[in-house]
């Protein structure tokens, strides 16, 4: 007989402490996403998200980063422009909002993620990710076409079913 899943929720101050100490020990993280921020590639309750700690790592243009916006905003985000010391994050499901944060609101740069509830990796170096990252269109209109499209054909014949796990709010 299956075991009943629950979801428990948390603060994210609360939720991201240990995530946060677990990068400054030198560790990986790997968490459930929430939000669809990142649709279509990355769907809310179904994904995870395995980051390792920005510090000492060079960010550039097109990579996942996790940010700390606030004592208790967290959002994990493609870097789409740097300025200086400055970054530009917009989530790939955001054809017009953008973030603005420091290079040291960085947490933490994605370095893989499980796809799916059989939680299949995807390397970010493999070819369906660098196709993805390099082809999805800079334009809002062109995003908001695509996700357009992918609300009318795409989830109505392949629904998002999440699972319980423990996630930030």
Known sequence: MPTAQRTLR?????????????????????FRLTGRSMRPFLEHERDHVVVASARGRQIK?????????????????RVWRIEGDNM???????????EQCRRGDIVAVAVGFLRGPQRKPCALTSRAWRL???????????RRILLRLHRMLVLPWFPIVGHGRVEGV
């Open 10 to 30: 948390a603060p994210n101050a609360l939720f991201f402490a240990p995530v946060k100490a677990q990068l400054e020990a030198g560790g990986q993280a790997t």
């Open 61 to 77: 243009r097109g990579d996942v980063v996790l940010a700390q916006l606030g004592a208790d905003v967290y959002v994990l985000h």
């Open 88 to 98: 530009v994050l917009r989530g790939d499901g955001n054809p017009y909002i953008t």
């Open 132 to 142: 993805h990252s390099a082809l999805w269109p800079a334009s809002p209109l062109g």
